[in-house]
């Protein structure tokens, strides 16, 4: 484990139980460690799933899985491995999840396309199926004496070179009745949205449609977790699923003009904004949160799309890093964007402070207020182009040594 991010949470929020939710872990041993590093979830009967997979061409077998069973929408499980990918390891992989869906299967009695996987950790190993039918036996025997894990225990069961567990929750009023939404999610390193490379699993009791649920869940992703970059890199196992067990009983949310959706969706993105953050400040090494802020493009989409070129840039990162206010490279990185920018209408500030705009520094430019913002923990790098009302947010973190020290060493 390596130190705690310093830009982590100051402790993990209490989070309230979701009726219909019961949860073990399970320590497999899939690498070297003292912990837990399996996640068995048990739903009641009538939970709906929807979800959102990796656009990689290189998916582990656990995402083809779930891209085959979340169409129809139901869910009575989810299995959940820290530590290996299983991801391009061939017949040995897949065999390796058709054991684990038969045994999940045969021990719950739900069909197999109830069940839902997820693997995280180094590609290319197979996933040992006996170390994983060791970790399954644990899990169900805690199952039935009911000693359902904490969702603390959870976040802290899926990580791999997290440095603090990641939880949030919220609650919505729909009708007379108040639901709650409870996500716990993964990632620090190989993050970039498409999906953000991480794993991330929300759980509800609002009753809602799996069609308007993924819906929703597809909103809130587009604000949160295709908001964030770390390093770029697009993962083989990115997975985020949503659970709902329809427990509070309120009247179902089929669509935007159902009572309380509008309620719901902002619980939900909120939810999914604050662990996408969280996933952020724990990038590998990072020493900084940067919010990337885009105004004045021709449309929001153009907005992201230097949002995410100045956020992965190297150079504004290492910048950044060293609390140098190199403004040009910000302007490198809205120019190489291949979106429309006119020079000598884009302005440039970190923080509240313009540094450059109309195609030059500004007048009298004192540094000093810029340094100081530097130095904090949160940075704010702001982009006008001057175009039309498009905008954007995209997070993201500084590049350090350390980045590079614990990706050098990942597989030792």
Known sequence: MHDRSPLAPEKFPKLPDIEGVRLATARAGYKSWDRADMLLGEFAEGTVVAGLTTTSKCPSPEVEWCRSALPQGKARALVVNAGNSNAFTGRRGKAACDMILETVAGELGVAQD???????????????????????????????????????HAASTIMTTDTFAKGAGATAIIGDRTVAVVGIAKGSGMIAPDMATMLAFVFTDAAVSPAYLKTMLAAATDLSFHAITV???????????????????????????????????????????????????????????????????????????????????????????????????????????????????????????VVAKDGMVVDGYDEAPVAAHLKGQEIEIGVNLGLGQGRATVWTCDLTHGYISINADYRS
Request: charged share 25%; glycine share 10%.
């Open 114 to 152: 109830e069940i839902f996987l997820a693997s995280t950790g180094v590609i290319g190993v197979p996933l040992p199926e006996d170390k994983a039918k060791d970790g399954l036996r644990q899990a169900f025997s805690k199952l039935s004496v009911g000693s359902d894990a904490s969702w603390l």
């Open 231 to 353: 390093d770029s890199d697009t993962s083989t196992s990115d997975t985020l699923l949503a659970f709902a067990t329809g427990a509070a009983k309120n009247a179902e949310i089929t669509g935007p003009d159902s009572p309380g959706a509008d309620a719901f969706q902002a619980a939900l993105t909120q939810v999914c904004r604050d662990l996408a953050q969280q996933v952020v400040r724990d990038g590998e090494g990072a020493q900084k949160l940067i919010a990337v802020n885009v105004e004045g493009a021709t449309d929001d989409a153009s907005a992201k799309r230097i949002a995410l070129s100045i956020a992965n840039s190297p150079l504004v990162k290492t910048a950044v890093a060293g609390e140098d206010a190199n403004w040009g490279r910000v302007v490198m990185a809205v120019g190489k964007a291949g979106e429309p920018a006119d020079r000598d209408k884009l302005s440039v500030r970190f923080g509240n402070t």
